[in-house]
């Protein structure tokens, strides 16, 4: 059973462009949850999710920011017109049910 | 609101030592609390998770306690070593959530 995928594990974006991270969870997980590790800081709840709903989206910033879990595929976090000061490492996390969660090795998000 | 707080931050010990890593929570109401270790510039590897029905968990040479009426969870490592040189994180789940302290930087000397 593989564990949670993140892509890309690196990313470089300009001021002003969009970002789309991409997080697979493990295999019989339902749950996926979103943290953004901004540099010399903890990490801090963004988004969680089940399938086709969001259901706690209190710590994603109002602007530019949005994610999803569709029926297929992986969990997007998307960003749109990124700024520096989104550069930060975005954890993914996913869970079969609402209690230990497994966490992917990130995404290393740059905006120059 | 739930405020995870770890102390201290960072810790430098010798070898060989036992060592107890703190982590307190303003909230009783989780129903687990997770530790982890992070490398610098990696993800998060999963240590031990309590439920909050459970007082301890073992791995090795880790042991995790859990006082949800006092809001406070250790991490105690018997006979350090330099591999576990890293940060390690503690985390309150609640409600569809994990807040997390802002860790301890342990480093062990050879």
């Known amino acids: 059973n593989a564990g949670v995928m993140q892509n890309p594990r690196h990313l470089v974006r300009r001021r002003g462009q969009e970002a789309r991270l991409r997080c697979s969870p493990m295999?019989?997980?339902?749950?996926v949850y979103w943290y953004r590790q901004l540099p010399e800081e903890g990490l801090k709840f963004m988004v969680y999710?089940?399938?086709?709903?969001?259901?706690?989206e209190s710590g994603m910033p109002k602007e530019r920011f949005s994610a999803e879990f569709p029926k297929e595929g992986p969990s997007i976090l998307r960003i749109q017109q990124v700024v520096r000061g989104d550069s930060a490492a975005y954890f993914c996390?996913?869970?079969?049910?609402?209690?230990?969660?497994?966490f992917g090795p990130g995404t290393r998000l740059t905006v120059l | 609101k739930q405020e995870v707080t770890q102390i201290p931050a960072a810790l430098s010990v010798p070898e060989g030592e036992n060592l107890v890593l703190n982590c307190s929570f303003t909230?009783?109401?989780?129903?687990?609390l997770q530790w982890f270790r992070q490398d610098p510039g990696k993800g998060l590897t999963s240590l031990l998770l309590?439920?909050?029905?459970?007082r301890e968990q073992t791995s090795g040479r880790l042991n995790a306690s859990l006082d949800k009426s006092s809001g406070r969870s250790t991490l105690y490592i018997a006979a350090s070593q330099p591999g576990d040189s890293a940060t390690y994180l503690c985390?309150?789940?609640?409600?569809?959530?994990?807040?997390f302290g802002d860790g301890t930087t342990l480093t062990v000397k050879p």
């Open positions: 996390a996913s869970s079969p049910a609402d209690n230990e969660q497994f």
């Open positions: 295999k019989g997980h339902s749950h």
């Open positions: 999710l089940q399938k086709e709903n969001i259901i706690d």
């Open positions: 909230d009783s109401a989780i129903y687990n």
């Open positions: 309590i439920q909050s029905s459970q």
């Open positions: 985390a309150g789940g609640h409600a569809g959530k994990s807040t």
